[in-house]
């Protein structure tokens, strides 16, 4: 989304834009070998997280594992798919039935889907259920390093959310309209980064002072349905037409002139910050 946008920006010519799969297991059989595996990964994750391996028979694709002196279960997820609700629901049901059952169950993803921090909330799973990023960089410090990569060199970072603050629908006439605030936007830990230490001390000041500077861009569908999201307001980083600042984005979206509604609005906010994370909030309006 971020470099269409800023393909876009530059006016430029008619461009393709395509993404590459199933990269990271084909960067890691230029390491390890053409006979590399998905399965080979996920085990080289869970050993990094400090997960032991599940049985075979159990553990087919070699992608679970457990923590000792515990009943939780860990499942390492697979690069080329993206750890969503069809994911949590599935790693909910292993949870309960596999080997007996486990008190809890952390899902290690390469790639979430932007609904993910609602998902987990909308499951009510409270500590039953977590789910960790796997560091974005960790395929590349594979490549460097191997087998020699230690565990204690690795982080597993918790995922980036957005926190709206105040909705506020009016009616105007024949029309609506409509505000939305960001009140706050948490990014996942910079050791996750591939960044220097300075660069990561600088980050961590930012983060601190004020995480909102990190956003790129974001947007509004004032009548999301669950499936499409359709943006009928944005700002981004560059954008001086909302304010005069050109390094942050406005955190205040005032949208008029919306076709009046009866019921509940269901609005829809995304955020795309300056790494490319993505994140989404939604909140039902009266």
Same mark, same amino acid.
């Given at each position: 989304?971020?470099?269409?946008?800023? #393909?876009?920006? $530059?006016?430029?010519?008619?461009?393709?834009?395509?993404?590459?799969?199933?990269?990271?297991?084909?960067?890691?059989?230029?390491?390890?070998?053409?006979?590399?595996?998905?399965?080979?990964?996920?085990?080289?994750? #869970? +050993?990094?997280?400090? =997960?032991?391996?599940?049985?075979?028979?159990?553990?087919?694709?070699?992608?679970?594992?457990? #923590? $000792?002196?515990?009943?939780?279960?860990?499942? =390492?997820?697979?690069?080329?798919?993206?750890?969503?609700?069809?994911?949590?629901?599935?790693?909910?049901?292993?949870?309960?039935?596999?080997?007996?059952? @486990?008190?809890?169950?952390?899902?290690?993803? @390469?790639?979430?889907?932007?609904?993910?921090?609602?998902?987990?909330?909308?499951?009510?799973?409270?500590?039953?259920?977590?789910?960790?990023?796997?560091?974005?960089?960790?395929?590349?410090?594979?490549?460097?390093?191997?087998?020699?990569?230690?565990?204690?060199?690795?982080?597993?970072?918790?995922?980036?959310?957005?926190?709206? +603050?105040?909705?506020?629908?009016?009616? &105007? +006439?024949?029309?609506?309209?409509?505000?939305?605030?960001?009140?706050?936007?948490?990014?996942?830990?910079?050791?996750?980064?591939?960044?220097?230490?300075?660069?990561?001390?600088?980050? %961590?000041?930012?983060?601190?002072?004020?995480?909102?500077?990190?956003?790129?861009? @974001?947007?509004?569908?004032?009548?999301?349905?669950?499936?499409?999201?359709?943006?009928? @307001? %944005?700002?981004?980083?560059?954008?001086?037409?909302?304010?005069?600042?050109?390094?942050?984005?406005?955190?205040?979206?005032?949208?008029?002139?919306?076709?009046?509604?009866?019921?509940?609005?269901? &609005?829809?906010?995304?955020?795309?910050?300056?790494?490319?994370?993505?994140?989404? =909030?939604?909140?039902?309006?009266?």
């Amino acid at each position: 989304m971020v470099a269409r946008k800023r #393909l876009i920006d $530059q006016n430029a010519k008619p461009f393709l834009y395509q993404h590459i799969g199933d990269y990271q297991v084909e960067q890691m059989r230029s390491t390890m070998g053409s006979k590399f595996r998905i399965g080979d990964l996920a085990e080289i994750v #869970l +050993g990094l997280f400090g =997960a032991l391996p599940l049985p075979v028979e159990e553990n087919p694709n070699k992608n679970m594992g457990r #923590l $000792q002196g515990s009943k939780t279960l860990v499942l =390492a997820d697979s690069p080329n798919k993206m750890t969503g609700l069809a994911t949590l629901r599935r790693a909910i049901e292993i949870r309960e039935n596999l080997m007996g059952g @486990w008190d809890k169950v952390i899902i290690l993803g @390469w790639n979430f889907s932007p609904t993910i921090g609602h998902d987990i909330e909308a499951l009510g799973q409270g500590d039953r259920l977590e789910v960790l990023v796997i560091p974005p960089d960790l395929l590349d410090r594979l490549k460097k390093k191997g087998h020699k990569l230690k565990a204690d060199e690795v982080r597993f970072s918790s995922l980036q959310y957005l926190k709206l +603050g105040g909705v506020k629908r009016e009616q &105007v +006439g024949e029309n609506e309209s409509l505000s939305v605030s960001i009140a706050n936007y948490v990014l996942l830990s910079p050791e996750a980064l591939n960044l220097d230490e300075a660069n990561r001390e600088k980050l %961590q000041k930012v983060i601190n002072a004020d995480p909102l500077a990190l956003i790129e861009y @974001w947007s509004v569908d004032p009548d999301y349905d669950g499936e499409v999201f359709r943006s009928v @307001w %944005q700002d981004y980083r560059g954008n001086t037409e909302n304010d005069d600042d050109p390094y942050r984005v406005v955190t205040t979206a005032r949208l008029t002139g919306l076709p009046k509604k009866d019921g509940k609005r269901r &609005v829809c906010v995304r955020v795309v910050d300056v790494f490319g994370f993505e994140a989404e =909030a939604t909140v039902e309006v009266a």
